[in-house]
């Protein structure tokens, strides 16, 4: 059989994927990740202790804030990352706000007068701050990995740091749940390094395991 001939039987009952597909499938996914992320924060670690009064903090809503905006840009990214030849730059740059504005936010509370610049960095878990975040999205970032595995990335290492970059703030959004630092200095070094080991941890693996 000709080559031309065996391409034209394989394509002939084809169905278009049904708009939209991708993006449910990829809601759902990481929908079960993040599940999977909060029964991590909740079984190890555990609600921070002044949950009902923090939720009313300056604080944990710029935790929320910053990590969300994270985790819903780059799953726009992730979106595209499963398909060959997407464009992802206006999302990739849309990344650059979350950033921004904690880094202007830290600039801010650093400058304030009689500021304790070491204690609004450090705070008192800047040890474990990483690592947790980290662990927090292990379950995210598998079931980001699955899903991509099922489309069809050819940029392997780059859809691997994206899935990460997800992850990592997909699990920092929930590890903010546990954690009692709320300054903005702290934010923007810690959790952005845990967010960033995430989405290193994902570019590594991504050339391994979304071979396809």
Same mark, same amino acid.
């Given at each position: 059989m000709r080559t031309d001939d065996l391409i034209g039987q394989l394509s002939a009952n084809l169905e278009p994927v049904k708009r939209g597909?991708?993006?449910? /499938?990829? /809601?759902?996914?990481?929908?079960? %990740?993040?599940?999977?992320?909060? &029964?991590?924060?909740?079984?190890?670690?555990? /609600?921070?202790?002044? $949950?009902? +009064?923090?939720?009313? +903090? =300056?604080?944990?809503?710029? *935790?929320?804030?910053?990590?969300?905006?994270?985790? &819903? =840009?780059? $799953? =726009?990214?992730?979106?595209? !990352?499963?398909?060959?030849?997407?464009?992802? +730059? *206006?999302?990739?740059? /849309?990344m650059a706000l979350p950033l921004l504005y904690i880094v202007l936010l830290a600039i801010v509370q650093l400058s304030a007068p009689g500021a304790d610049k070491h204690g609004l960095m450090m705070g008192h878990s800047s040890q474990v701050c990483a690592p947790l975040v980290l662990l927090t999205a292990l379950p995210t970032l598998v079931a980001t990995f699955w899903v991509l595995r099922r489309l069809a990335p050819t940029r392997l290492t +780059?859809?691997?740091?994206?899935?990460?970059? $997800?992850?990592?703030? !997909?699990?920092? $959004? &929930?590890y903010s749940f546990h954690c009692t630092? %709320?300054?903005?200095? =702290?934010?923007a070094i810690w959790y952005t390094l845990g967010i960033a080991v995430t989405a290193a941890l994902g570019a590594l693996l991504g050339r391994h395991f979304l071979r396809w």
């Open positions: 597909a991708i993006g449910r /499938l990829l /809601l759902a996914t990481v929908a079960i %990740g993040m599940i999977g992320s909060a &029964v991590v924060m909740l079984g190890m670690l555990g /609600l921070r202790h002044d $949950f009902s +009064s923090a939720m009313m +903090s =300056f604080g944990m809503w710029t *935790k929320l804030a910053y990590t969300l905006a994270i985790a &819903v =840009f780059a $799953f =726009f990214l992730l979106e595209r !990352a499963g398909r060959p030849g997407a464009d992802m +730059s *206006k999302p990739a740059l /849309l +780059s859809a691997g740091a994206i899935a990460g970059l $997800f992850a990592g703030g !997909a699990g920092a $959004f &929930v630092e %709320g300054a903005a200095p =702290f934010i």
